[in-house]
T-cell receptor, first 114, second 117 residues
Framework: GNSVTQMEGPVTLSEEAFLTINCTYT??????LFWYVQYPGEGLQLLLK?????DKGSNKGFEATYRKETTSFHLEKGSVQVSDSAVYFC?????????????FGKGTKLSVKP | GAVVSQHPSRVICKSGTSVKIECRSL??????MFWYRQFPKQSLMLMAT?????????EQGVEKDKFLINHASLTLSTLTVTSAHPEDSSFYIC?????????????FGPGTRLTVT
């Protein structure tokens, strides 16, 4: 079945460091891929998404590229801030471009130190 | 953006009792609501999907008689954990989707921490 694997956390970085959170997926067909962020005490928020191969999703300085050949959707940011401290979830949807059925990774906790 | 609330945020109940969790879409009409369960250091697992006015569709392995879902209006869905047991202790998260700006994005609530003693 479909699944998402993301790197184990927690990840601790200093402010302005480069961030990569790895995410790989297993799916039949052509899923849409998402990154969600959960700030402390809040619900999950959609951070970015990509709906087809080679698409790049970007938002708030974060980027991820849909790589079909490596079945990956790694999240990157060039310079993290303390306010980026949160839990990040990679997810896929196998229902076209909608989110009818989201399958999540386990989440990666990011802590950014000043 | 769209806001989804959950109530209560935390609840402690005794084994054998029932507990109800509410999920509300505050500023949009949610035609579909989803209920997830999250164990510590685990991913969110979809429990069921409910469309307003219809019976919920449960994922394989989820007991529909134990986890009662009602989606009676376009802004409210409830999850009732009946005859709760300690193994039902978990973090329950709802999400809602509607027809905002032509998308079907899911908007998530902040979650409810259930502890069964």
């Amino acid at each position: 079945g479909n699944s998402v694997t993301q790197m184990e956390g927690p990840v601790t970085l200093s402010e302005e460091a480069f961030l990569t959170i790895n995410c790989t997926y297993t799916a039949t067909g052509y899923p849409s891929l998402f990154w969600y962020v959960q700030y402390p005490g809040e619900g999950l928020q959609l951070l970015l998404k990509a709906t087809k191969a080679d698409d790049k999703g970007s938002n708030k300085g974060f980027e991820a590229t849909y790589r079909k050949e490596t079945t990956s959707f790694h999240l990157e940011k060039g310079s993290v801030q303390v306010s980026d401290s949160a839990v990040y979830f990679c997810a896929l949807s196998d229902v076209g471009g909608s989110q009818g059925n989201l399958i999540f990774g386990k989440g990666t906790k990011l802590s950014v130190k000043p | 953006g769209a806001v989804v609330s959950q109530h209560p945020s935390r609840v402690i109940c005794k084994s054998g009792t029932s507990v109800k969790i509410e999920c509300r879409s505050l500023d949009f009409q949610a035609t579909t609501m989803f209920w997830y369960r999250q164990f510590p250091k685990q991913s969110l697992m979809l429990m069921a999907t409910s469309n307003e006015g219809s019976k919920a569709t449960y994922e394989q392995g989820v007991e529909k008689d134990k986890f009662l879902i009602n989606h009676a209006s376009l802004t409210l869905s409830t999850l009732t954990v009946t005859s709760a047991h300690p193994e039902d202790s978990s973090f329950y998260i709802c999400s809602a989707s509607g027809t905002l700006a032509g998308t079907s994005e899911q908007y998530f609530g902040p979650g409810t921490r259930l502890t069964v003693t």
